[in-house]
């Protein structure tokens, strides 16, 4: 096996998880995740009391749902990690499992570059600049996204949950990407306005080659335009219908280590990007339950919180 491999399946379950000698652990994983999935398993098994591989059909899309008979199992384990070529992150079955007290980390896309990329970063210093971003993001009511590339879109937060993600899980409950670094919210459902172009990648597409540029009303993508990436962009929302097309998340990256590789799992963690999602947000405290949830990438953004600029150019200035 991979030696880079294992020693980032310990990092993860070790120290970022915390996973201990009287816990149970399940790895969720598909035949694209497999490897990854097998690295977790080996590794998990020698340090806990039981642990169980199990491999699904990989999903369709983002937020599409495990099998009923993987959501039971989910809610059994102390720990449960999911390498899987579709997120299972804004599932029901994940929330389930999160309220009876599993910890829970989704792994959506990961490839073994990102595992062992990513969790060589200071997990201390991930989290204080996770930190600072949540703070500067508390008690706001306004944001505002503009980029070089024409991006100028405002969106109200008020009263929303500022939520930071680090990838450090170790409380019963817990939940999140791994590896990690973000700070992310919903915004306020019918409140976005404006002009968005993703110019780093989106989910379920990639790197983007050219720039998909969506046209946001009150809330929702009413017109979606570019070449080839935004037929394909406009066809995976297409196929679950208007919600698909609600403005789910704003979120801003903190991992110093992510690259931008065409996987939205290490893409949306990058410093010096923001990004927007459509679709799913009841995880994140929305209200809009659909199963798609897709982030897109905007690169070297200037992001204004209630008129004062707390990044320029890709720059955090905080």
């Known amino acids: 096996m991979n030696k880079e491999l294992q020693k980032s399946s310990l990092i993860a379950l070790r120290d970022y998880l915390g996973l201990k000698e009287e816990e149970t652990l399940l790895i969720i994983t598909d035949e694209i995740e497999r490897e990854i999935g097998y690295s977790l398993y080996e590794t998990g098994k020698k340090l806990c009391k039981e642990a169980v591989f199990v491999e699904m059909k990989s999903r369709e899309m983002n937020g599409q749902e495990p099998p009923q008979q993987i959501a039971e199992l989910m809610k059994m384990f102390d720990v449960v990690v999911c390498p899987t070529a579709k997120s299972l992150t804004h599932t029901n079955a994940r929330r389930e499992a999160v309220k009876v007290g599993a910890r829970v980390a989704t792994m959506p896309g990961i490839k073994k570059s990102t595992m062992v990329r990513c969790l060589s970063a200071d997990a201390k210093k991930v989290v204080e600049l996770t930190n600072s971003v949540k703070q500067a993001l508390e008690n706001a009511k306004v944001i505002r996204v503009i980029s070089k590339n024409g991006t100028d879109v405002e969106m109200n937060i008020e009263g929303r949950k500022i939520l930071p993600s680090t990838g450090v899980l170790r409380n019963k409950g817990e939940s999140g990407n791994l590896p990690s670094g973000e700070v992310y919210l919903a915004p306020v459902e019918g409140s976005t306005n404006g002009i968005i172009v993703f110019d780093g990648s989106m989910a379920g597409i990639g790197i983007l080659k050219n720039p998909i540029k969506v046209v946001v009303k009150d809330g929702y993508a009413e017109k979606i335009s570019g070449k080839s990436e935004a037929k394909k962009f406009q066809k995976m929302l297409d196929k679950v219908g208007r919600d698909a097309r609600a ?36 995880s994140m405290g929305g209200n809009i339950n659909v199963p798609i949830h897709l982030d897109g990438l905007v690169k070297k ?6 008129d004062v600029v707390i990044m320029e150019s890709g720059v955090l200035l905080i």
Do not use: C, R, S, W
Not at 258 to 265: D, E, F, N, R, T
């Open 247 to 282: 403005i789910a998340e704003f979120g801003i990256g903190t991992n110093y280590k992510a690259k931008i590789i065409g996987q939205i799992l290490e893409d949306e963690k990058v410093l010096g990007t923001i990004h927007i999602a459509f679709g799913n947000n009841v």
């Open 301 to 306: 953004p200037t992001v204004l919180i209630d």
